[in-house]
């Protein structure tokens, strides 16, 4: 347990909207259900409270930012410092001309693929392939099934640690492979993108398959966090995976998917410290085996228990 300075926060912010919770648990923000607590989960009402929260908050304090959590491993001894929860004050998707959509930060990628599908909107069924947020790709320039953010994105807007709000055009968001230049301490809060006329059928049947392809080759219904490791360049991650003999290993309650063998999965009772462990014998194996370095995709925080 961490010390409660929620009634230090309240007092220091008394026009703060949000829900400040002390000492909360943080394994039902993470796909993988495991994790320590967060000394601060704050649940902003909207971009102008997360703003007002920001500006009042002890610049030393640090800050994790959180959406659905299915890219992340919350450590067993949780979070020291404040967690931030996007929920539903940023969860808003509305079409506007010229064929875009604007997206709020939390609102789920498959929810913006499906809204822009409906509107006839094509070029963003991609993001029905990704278990997250609009926030985590543009973080990430998150992408599957042949799209990246990068492809749709027109601008992006965000506050920074400070309480400053800020935009980002497409270029500025400075994109490569799985990652975004913009400072680590900008958190996004919505996004616009654009996209072509498409048949709002064929779009649908598009994204059908994507679907099914998943359900066929990843362990889509189970404790897991999403892609490991990222693709080295010109591999495949899972196939480097396989060839050094780790498919089906587990470490505990922790393993790595049969199925998928970049993907690690809870069975039930893994802790932080299992999965995390497990993925470090993955690296270390394929090291060994192919001379390749993988490196996470998987964002790893928090304290290790001691």
Avoid at 39 to 46: E, G
Wanted: proline fraction near 5%; charged fraction near 25%; glycine fraction near 12%.
């Amino acid at each position: 347990m961490f010390p409660d300075v929620t009634a230090d926060l309240r007092e220091r912010m008394p026009d703060l909207r949000g829900k400040l919770e002390a000492n909360a648990p943080t394994a039902p923000l993470s796909w993988f259900r495991t994790g320590g607590p967060a000394q601060v989960l704050f649940s902003p009402a909207d971009e102008d409270d997360l703003a007002y929260f920001l500006a009042r908050l002890d610049p030393a304090m640090p800050v994790l930012v959180v959406g659905l959590g299915s890219n992340l491993l919350i450590r067993d001894g949780g979070w020291e410092g404040v967690v931030i929860r996007l929920g539903k004050g940023f969860a808003d998707i509305a079409i506007e001309p010229g064929q875009r959509i604007r997206a709020g930060a939390g609102a789920a990628d498959v929810k913006v693929a499906r809204t822009a599908a409906e509107a006839g909107i094509a070029g963003l069924s991609f993001l029905r392939g990704i278990p997250g947020t609009i926030g985590g790709a543009l973080r990430m320039n998150g992408g599957a099934y042949g799209g990246e953010t990068k492809d749709v994105l027109v601008e992006a807007r965000g506050i920074t640690r400070a309480g400053e709000k800020v935009a980002f055009t497409n270029r500025q968001m400075g994109f490569t492979y799985r990652h975004s230049s913009v400072p680590e301490d900008v958190i996004f809060t919505e996004a616009l993108f654009e996209g072509r006329p498409g048949d709002p059928e064929a779009i649908l049947a598009e994204m059908n398959a994507i679907t099914e392809a998943r359900s066929s080759t990843q362990p889509v219904n189970t404790r897991t966090g999403g892609s490991t490791f990222k693709n080295p360049p010109g591999r495949k991650a899972w196939e480097l995976v396989d060839a050094a003999g780790c498919r089906g290993l587990r470490i505990g309650e922790a393993q790595v998917s049969e199925m998928h063998c970049n993907f690690l999965i809870n069975h039930g009772s893994a802790s932080a410290a299992d999965i995390e462990g497990l993925g470090e014998e993955v690296r270390r194996r394929v090291r060994e085996n192919s001379g390749i370095e993988l490196e996470w995709e998987i964002k790893r925080v928090g304290l290790s228990r001691a």
